[in-house]
Each structure stands twice: as structure tokens, then as C-alpha cells.
């Protein structure tokens, strides 16, 4: 549950959604890093993708709950969020948004190259102007917001290499993939929130979760396909780090998603779930930059 700021610097800071946006910077600097990694690292670049994808990312989530923020005030775990809470005001909000992805995608564009920056401005785009409507017409957005949500490790490799090679898709592969049973999960989790908030998820639709179950199996699978691919193309021994630690990761997330298909399992199961998926993503990124490093 979102606690309420106690200053305006805190308050600020809520609205960049700092953990989605360290996810964004994670994932794009796993692309920049995996991607040809016998290239050397050039500082500049290094760094004005990092603090653009940041501020990007930050500017996104300020103007999300800008949008949502009527929707937030009926949800128990966003009721206390800035705006619905009385400690902004949208417009405030909505100009801080606009400045941070504004100075985020000009920070990407410049410090990079053009093809990064017009990626992380279609990272905006998806996001704010597809994915965050739809949440309100139909449980497809789900599907949608996978996206925006995919697209920062091509970003990181765009800002390397100018272009996007196979390990930049592979990684888009896993994240798209990934989204689908992270998702699901709190979607049970949260079920009456979305409800309230008038947010068409899975659940909504489905009070049962199997649709959400369905969903979150249907897209486990091929998420293990792309890790197994990362393995097998650029692992060929697989006495390396990253193919053990992502096929037990991967046993583990994916024992708990069958799990959650069991009916009278599925509510205790989707916060094990859920936090599976908060650990297997940044396991397995790491794991894969160390090994892709060193």
C-alpha cells in the first residue's frame, strides 16, 4: 500500500515510480552490457543512458498518475498516492512529467544516438497512450503494456551499437514474455482494487483467476524458450553461470505459475508468485551481464 509523503520532495519522488523506473535503467544497461560486450565502454554514452532512461522512465510514471489519479483515489493501494492525497496538484504533476520524459528522451537522442532516443520516446508513446487508456476498455492491455515495458534492452543496445542485434531481441523476447505471469499474479492479488478502479484486468473479467492462470502459463513457456536461447547461442559450454542459474531460476518460477493454475492454490500462491518474478528478472540479468562481462 502506498504510505503517504511527508514532504514535497517525497512526494516528488513517488511519482517517478522509482522501482519500475530502476527496472527500466537495469534493463536497458543489461542490453548495453550484453551486447557485444568486447566492444569497449564509452562513458558518455554509458551514462546519458542510464540518467535518460531514468528521467524518462520517471516522467512516464508522474504522468500516468496524473492520468489515473481519479482511478487512484478509489484503490486501496494508491489512495495515498500525491495527487489523490491532496499534497499536489495535477497540473503541478503533469508539468513535472512532461519536464522529466521531455529531458529523458533529448538525454537518450543526444547523448547516444537517434535510434535510442526515438526508441525511448516509443517507449512513451505505447506506454502513456496505449497501454494506459486501454487498462480501462479491455483486459487486452495486459498484453499491450508488455510493450513498453520490453523495449528499454534494445534501447541499451541501440545507444551501443546503433542498431539492435540478436541478443538486443532476445532480451525483449524474455522481458515481453516475462510481464505476462508477473502481471497476473497481482492481478489476483489485487483484484478488488482494480475493480474499484475501474481497471479491466484479467480478474476483473474473471473473478475465478483462470484466465489469469491461463495467461500467466501461456507466456512462462516461450519466456523459458528465450532464456534457454540466450544459453544455448552464446553459451555453448554450459558449465557457465548463467545457464544454471537461469534454469533453476526458471524451474522455480515456473513450478509456482503451475501452481497458480491449480484452483484451490491460486490465491495463496500469487504473492509467492509474485515475488518469484520481483527476483527472477534481476537474477537472471545480472547473472547474464557478469558472465556475458567476465
Not at 504522468?63 to 499536489?88: C, F, V
Not at 504533476?93 to 544516438?113: A, Y
Not at 476498455?137 to 508488455?146: A, E, I, Q, R
Request: charged share 10%.
Amino acid at each position: 500500500m502506498s504510505e503517504r509523503a511527508g514532504s514535497l520532495p517525497a512526494a516528488y519522488w513517488e511519482l517517478t515510480k522509482p522501482r519500475l523506473s530502476f527496472l527500466s535503467v537495469l534493463t536497458s544497461l543489461a542490453g548495453y552490457f550484453c551486447s557485444a560486450p568486447e566492444q569497449p565502454t564509452d562513458a558518455k554514452v554509458l551514462v546519458s543512458l542510464a540518467i535518460g532512461t531514468a528521467l524518462a522512465a520517471g516522467g512516464c510514471g508522474a504522468i500516468n498518475m496524473w492520468w489515473e489519479s481519479d482511478a487512484d483515489a478509489q484503490m486501496e493501494r494508491t489512495r495515498n498516492r500525491p495527487i489523490p492525497a491532496g499534497i499536489l496538484k495535477p497540473g503541478a504533476v503533469l508539468l513535472f512529467g512532461m519536464l522529466l520524459l521531455s529531458l529523458g528522451v533529448v538525454l537518450v537522442w543526444k547523448g547516444t544516438n537517434p535510434l535510442a532516443g526515438a526508441l525511448t520516446a516509443a517507449t512513451a508513446i505505447s506506454y502513456l497512450f496505449f497501454y494506459t487508456p486501454l487498462k480501462t476498455m479491455t483486459s487486452w492491455c495486459t498484453l499491450v503494456g508488455s510493450l513498453p515495458g520490453a523495449i528499454p534492452p534494445i534501447i541499451g543496445t541501440a545507444a551501443k551499437l546503433g542498431h539492435i542485434d540478436p541478443m538486443g531481441w532476445l532480451l525483449f523476447g524474455l522481458l515481453f514474455f516475462w510481464q505476462v505471469p508477473h502481471f497476473m499474479s497481482l492481478a489476483v492479488m489485487c483484484r478488488d482494487d482494480y475493480a474499484r478502479g475501474g481497471f479491466k484486468v484479467a480478474t476483473v473479467d474473471d473473478p475465478s483467476g483462470r484466465s489469469a492462470a491461463r495467461w500467466a502459463l501461456l507466456f512462462i513457456i516461450p519466456m523459458l524458450f528465450v532464456a534457454g536461447a540466450i544459453a544455448t547461442n552464446f553459451f555453448p559450454h554450459w558449465t557457465s553461470p548463467f545457464v544454471w542459474v537461469s534454469f533453476l531460476a526458471g524451474a522455480w518460477f515456473f513450478k509456482l505459475t503451475l501452481d497458480f493454475a491449480v484452483p484451490d492454490r491460486r490465491a495463496a500462491v500469487a504473492k509467492p508468485l509474485f515475488l518469484a518474478s520481483i527476483l527472477y528478472l534481476p537474477l537472471v540479468l545480472l547473472t547474464l551481464t557478469l558472465n556475458r562481462l567476465f
